[in-house]
């Protein structure tokens, strides 16, 4: 079984940034892609990014690019996603997820990959 807590959400305002964690409490972190997804009020939850194991392959949806990162720590079971250039539309509770493969270098951007997803953090960016 795998836990997942988020962290680092809250208010900001349109253009600013935050950095979301995600800790898992896995003893081999390093054999899960990871991703993170969003839902807001009345949407269904959308996929936002993801990472490979390594950490070597990411992916992103196009109304993040070049704003968002996703990187991943192994060494302390934690995967982030640093939002920049936020803007109202990027307001959502965001949940991260993980999925155990064998495959060092893929990563999915399917809710129906994912096994265990954490309890979720709130964003909320003012205009």
């Known amino acids: 079984q795998v836990q997942l807590v988020e962290s680092g959400g809250g208010l900001v305002q349109a253009g600013g940034s935050l950095r979301l964690s995600c800790a898992a409490s896995?003893?081999?972190?390093?054999?899960?892609?990871m991703g993170w997804f969003r839902q807001a009020p009345g949407k269904e939850r959308e996929f936002v990014a993801a990472?490979?194991?390594?950490?070597?392959?990411?992916y992103y949806t196009d109304s993040v690019k070049g704003r968002f990162t996703i990187s991943r720590d192994n060494a302390k079971n934690t995967v982030y996603l640093q939002m920049n250039s936020l803007k109202p539309e990027d307001t959502a509770v965001y949940y991260c997820?993980?999925?155990?493969?064998?495959?060092?270098?893929?990563?999915?951007?399917?809710?129906?990959?994912?096994?265990?997803w954490g309890q979720g953090t709130q964003v909320t960016v003012s205009s």
């Open positions: 997820a993980a999925d155990h493969t064998y495959f060092m270098n893929t990563y999915s951007a399917s809710r129906d990959a994912y096994d265990y």
């Open positions: 896995v003893r081999t972190f390093s054999e899960y892609r």
């Open positions: 990472i490979s194991r390594s950490g070597g392959g990411t």
